[in-house]
């Protein structure tokens, strides 16, 4: 493990860290260039406090809207961040599909239509993070999609599991496609597993890897979420055996640090021993601090009753609550202490 001590100072890995911008939205809007100036004032602040990048969701559009004029508005957002002095800032992409951009779907024009936004996404993650950026997400099964009986009935359990079945299997296809295209681009594909009450399959590290030991291109790979691992995992042993697996397969591609409220990493319910033992040795990639604030959509999304962390330039003071600045901070040193401990 790398360690830089400085007197006075607190233990510091020698890694980049990255920030999740849920905290502030989950749509860059960049048409609107007013809101681009707040984006470029978080920016600032963030780098300031030490983070060397950022995570951004890019947000479905309607499939009316060209996906050209979307990769358009990114160029520009990209230009307007490096005249304000951020071009050594690094980004990565939170991407989901949806019920319309579907690449499991059993239809094979919905198939396509999906891939052609997939790769869409691609380009938008090398435009905003360069060569060896990283789009992760719930990007293999739309997020929060719950399958239905023709009666209107929910799907659970093993008929759930059958049911997912052959839609990974038809995804399969659109995939290779998929990874050959982000091996170009040079972006890695980090799918990541969401626990069972946002969505259905993958739900677990290990339903990743199956899916991806089917496909011959090695650009796909896994995100590892220590929220999503805490809430909706099979113990730390099999935890331990599909880092070993991922790392085995060179798909081990990305890490979020998040608290299982999703709220303040600080002094939260982390498995710090694990992160330390089983991931720092071997994982090479940044690890992204990952808070989902109390903004739409994740209030009802998340059902979130917590308090909002308030972001300067954006939303008043809120006496007694922290700002999105304070907690970004606390978590930075959390990080740095315990990952050096």
């Not at 499939?63 to 957002?77: F, N, P, Q, R, W």
């Not at 759930?160 to 170009?184: C, D, M, N």
């Not at 594909?189 to 399959?201: D, F, Q, R």
């Not at 640090?257 to 940044?286: F, M």
């Amino acid at each position: 493990m790398n360690v830089t001590l400085a007197r006075g100072l607190k233990p510091k890995i020698e890694r980049d860290v990255y920030f999740s911008f849920f905290m502030f939205t989950a749509d860059l809007r960049p048409q609107d260039t007013r809101y681009t100036q707040t984006l470029i004032n978080h920016l600032k602040a963030l780098t300031d406090m030490g983070y060397a990048g950022f995570d951004v969701h890019i947000a479905a559009r309607p499939a009316t809207v060209d996906h050209k004029l979307e990769i358009d508005g990114y160029i520009a957002l990209r230009k307007a961040f490096d005249q304000a002095g951020l071009r050594e800032v690094r980004f990565t992409t939170n991407v989901g599909t949806t019920r319309t951009f579907d690449p499991t779907s059993p239809y094979e024009g919905q198939r396509a239509q999906a891939l052609s936004y997939l790769k869409s996404r691609v380009d938008i993650t090398r435009i905003l993070g360069g060569g060896a950026s990283i789009m992760s997400g719930p990007f293999l099964y739309p997020y929060g999609v719950f399958p239905l009986t023709d009666d209107g009935e929910p799907l659970w359990s093993d008929a759930l599991q059958e049911w997912i079945k052959p839609r990974f299997h038809a995804a399969r296809g659109v995939f290779e496609e998929l990874s050959e295209y982000a091996a170009t681009m040079e972006v890695k594909l980090a799918i990541e597993p969401v626990k069972s009450w946002e969505t259905p399959p993958p739900n677990m590290v290990s339903e990743v890897l199956d899916f991806l030991e089917g496909l011959e291109h090695p650009q796909g790979g896994v995100t590892v979420d220590t929220a999503q691992v805490l809430m909706e995992s099979q113990g730390p042993s099999v935890f331990r055996n599909n880092i070993a697996r991922a790392v085995r397969q060179n798909r081990l591609h990305y890490v979020h640090i998040s608290a299982p409220d999703r709220g303040a990493v600080k002094d939260s319910w982390i498995p710090w021993d694990l992160v330390r033992s089983d991931i720092e040795p071997v994982y090479r990639g940044p690890y992204l601090v990952e808070v989902f604030n109390a903004i739409p959509p994740f209030v009802s999304s998340m059902r979130m009753a917590r308090r909002r962390f308030w972001r300067p330039g954006e939303d008043a003071p809120i006496r007694g609550v922290d700002s999105a600045y304070d907690v970004a901070k606390a978590a930075l040193e959390e990080l740095h202490t315990r990952i050096a401990a």
